[in-house]
């Protein structure tokens, strides 16, 4: 596994001790695992990414566990929206369900946001050079269908990684983190191809996308402007957090844009 930041390795751990993190790795896999064909061409110009965080369950509030695992989807939504009800936290609906990710776009109320940062950030807030993108990252979708989902360890940062992706020339693939497993990228014959990379034996039968690379690095350029927006609502939820000394510089952080102005957008 390739390395990662501390604020990686640290959320990394968190989850290794979590309850459920396994039974939901699954679930989400299921959901975006195509049996009938493994070969999937989007060309469309619906192509776009959503930018999603993942609002693990255990962080927000303890009920009881449905069964061992794995999960059904059903069973995974009702023990996911349970916790997040012990934790005053109503009205989030994932993007796939039995999932835990939550469009950005959909975290409009501030109260909701103070919520997610306080069980992202902890009891005492770290200063900035702690502090990483929150969880989650970029779902890849076509239209209204979820074709990628992020997975263990991604974060809102990763969009870095998929703005390298989008302007990939080379023919030789190269990892495209999105968490793992994670994807594989190559340039060919003037197409973009994006592969799942399996480990541990998920996905059972990998998937490889096709894609024209300026509309790859459209939805680059939306979802960057979506992030900062984002970016923005976090900010004004800062600072209602005690601690937090420069509301607008942590939020960049934790929206994943951070390592380059917006301008590249």
Known sequence: MPSKPLHAARRGARRASGDVGRARA????????SEEQPDIRV??????????????????????????????????DGYWRACLRAGGLVGA?????????VACDALTSQDALIKVLHAHLGDSVPVDDEVGPLCGGLALVDGVDVLLLP???????????????????????????????WLMAWYDASMLHVREEPEG?????????????????????LAAQALDVFAE???????????VIDARATA????????????WT
Do not use: Y
């Open 93 to 101: 609906d994932p993007i796939v369900p039995g999932s835990w990710f």
């Open 26 to 33: 699954s679930v989400d896999m299921d959901r975006c695992l």
């Open 233 to 243: 609502r976090v900010a004004s939820a800062l600072r209602h957090i005690p601690g």
């Open 151 to 181: 997975t263990c360890c991604g974060d809102l940062g990763d969009i870095e990684n998929w703005r390298t992706a989008a302007h990939r020339l080379a023919e030789s693939p190269e990892m495209l983190w999105i968490g793992h497993p």
């Open 201 to 221: 034996g998920m996905p059972a039968q990998p998937r490889e996308f096709v894609m024209k690379p300026e509309i790859l690095q459209r939805a680059v350029r």
């Open 43 to 76: 060309t469309t110009d619906t192509l776009w990414l959503m930018p999603v965080v993942e609002l693990e369950p255990g962080r927000f509030g303890s009920v009881p566990q449905p069964s061992s695992g794995p999960w059904t989807d059903t069973e995974s």
């Open 252 to 263: 960049r952080i934790l929206a994943g844009r951070a390592a380059g102005p917006s301008s």
